[in-house]
């Protein structure tokens, strides 16, 4: 601890001694970050992820978000590891509420959908997550239930 103590202090004398910052790779936006946090929370909710959910999961990286699938799985992985230090759901959601705008917002609940949907069914958890998450969003129980609807008959046909 008292290492990284003196290198935070080292790091902050250089910067104010005008000494540039080593380049490091940053890793995802925090935007798609939440997504995929939230997109992985939601497919893990009952205890299992299966390869059909993962891989609808890399396709809406893919697909909404204009990643190449390279750059999709480092998300995904980057999200199941953000998801898994997470305490709560509230530090991914409140991000998305004030950088989405309503119509966004209902989309990625549409999206949440499609990950649950992926295996053919849909675990009370998974069910549960996904008012949760709509719900701190700020997405109607309409809404969230008519992108249900829509999803659920998309994957019946």
């Known amino acids: ?11 902050v004398m250089r910067q104010i001694a005008g000494e ?4 490091q790779d940053e ?10 946090a939230l997109l992985f929370h939601v497919i893990d909710a009952d205890g299992v992820v299966t390869e059909e959910e993962r891989k609808r999961l890399i396709g809406v990286l893919v697909s ?10 480092r998300v995904a992985e980057a999200g199941r ?17 004030t950088r ?4 966004a917002r209902i989309r990625f609940v549409e999206e949440l959908w499609e990950v649950t949907f992926a295996d053919g069914q849909v675990h009370e958890l998974e069910d549960n997550v996904i008012w949760r998450v709509s ?13 249900k609807r829509a999803v659920a008959g998309r994957t019946a046909d």
Do not use: C, Q, W
Request: aromatic share 6%.
């Open 20 to 23: 540039p910052r080593p380049v």
């Open 100 to 103: 989405l705008d309503e119509a």
């Open 27 to 36: 890793g995802p936006d925090e935007l798609i970050l939440a997504v995929a």
């Open 135 to 147: 719900d701190l969003l700020g997405v109607s129980t309409r809404d969230r239930m008519l992108r």
């Open 1 to 11: 601890m008292a290492s990284s103590l003196f290198d935070g202090l080292r790091s």
């Open 64 to 73: 909404d978000y204009g990643l190449s699938s390279a750059e999709a799985e």
């Open 81 to 97: 590891a953000a998801n898994d230090e997470a305490v709560d759901l509230y530090r991914f959601t409140s991000l998305l509420k």
